[in-house]
């Protein structure tokens, strides 16, 4: 999956569950940063 697509799936789902990037990032041990980045498609996760 693409930067931007998965960006894309990570902002439905989390604004589904009605969570802000904060939460988000809390639940995954993370920052909001990184969220954000996912989300922009700046960056990604890396696939273990």
Same mark, same amino acid.
């Given at each position: 999956?693409?930067?931007?697509?998965?960006?894309?799936?990570?902002?439905?789902?989390?604004? +589904? %569950?009605?969570?802000? =990037?904060?939460?988000?990032?809390?639940?995954?041990?993370?920052?909001?940063?990184?969220?954000?980045?996912? +989300? %922009?498609?700046?960056? =990604?996760?890396?696939?273990?």
């Amino acid at each position: 999956m693409d930067n931007e697509k998965f960006g894309q799936f990570v902002r439905s789902m989390r604004k +589904e %569950r009605q969570m802000t =990037q904060q939460q988000l990032a809390e639940r995954l041990h993370l920052t909001d940063k990184a969220v954000s980045k996912w +989300e %922009r498609g700046v960056s =990604q996760t890396k696939g273990y």
